[in-house]
């Protein structure tokens, strides 16, 4: 009898004071078939760009976001848009464990509203994915555009929303 095992890949330590780092480029998809020590993944940190190999021979489940994609969005305050885009600098791929898939959660958290104006590229949240009540993975996310100042009467009907709404946050 075949036993099924998965296997989450993450970004191996880099140095103490390395604590994240984006994705170049995968070498796998979904679905293929990996040996132990093959490289799936090349990423780079401030510090360092390595090739991440596979810990265990067997198969790609999911890369959840591919590279460039938009992850979700945040509400904006006092801009010309009421939100903004968010994505990761590389895919994000989030393993499933074979048991338990109903406890899998994924949630943006952010501290918002952000205000405006927003820059493009400034990270603002994180996507982070609980398996029932253990912090599985956190992926930082970044503004996909700009949001410039809104109008003087936009302003202020955030303002009124903030007022009415916000302390229920």
Do not use: C
């Not at 296997?7 to 004071?17: A, Y």
């Not at 464990?97 to 400034?122: C, H, K, Q, S, W």
């Not at 398996?131 to 410039?148: F, K, M, N, W």
Request: hydrophobic share 45%; no cysteine; proline share 5%.
């Amino acid at each position: 009898m075949a036993v099924e095992t998965r296997v989450q890949v993450t970004m191996p330590q880099m140095g103490e004071s390395v604590t994240e780092g984006v994705v170049l480029e995968w070498h796998v998809k979904e679905g293929d078939r990996e040996g132990a020590d093959d490289v799936l993944v090349e990423i780079s940190t401030d510090k360092v760009d390595a090739e991440v190999p596979s810990p265990a021979a067997g198969t790609v489940v999911a890369i959840v976001a591919p590279e460039g994609e938009t992850v979700g969005e945040v509400q904006v305050y006092g801009g010309e848009k009421s939100g903004v885009a968010l994505k990761a600098k590389g895919p994000v791929a989030v393993f499933v464990p074979i048991t338990n898939r109903d406890r899998l959660v994924a949630r943006i958290v952010y501290e918002g509203p952000v205000i405006a104006p927003v820059e493009e590229g400034v990270e603002v949240g994180s996507l982070k994915v609980w398996i029932g009540d253990t912090l599985s993975q956190e992926t930082p996310l970044y503004t996909a555009e700009a949001v410039r100042l809104g109008a003087l009467h936009q302003r202020a009907l955030d303002a009124v929303g903030e007022l009415l709404v916000g302390w229920m946050r």
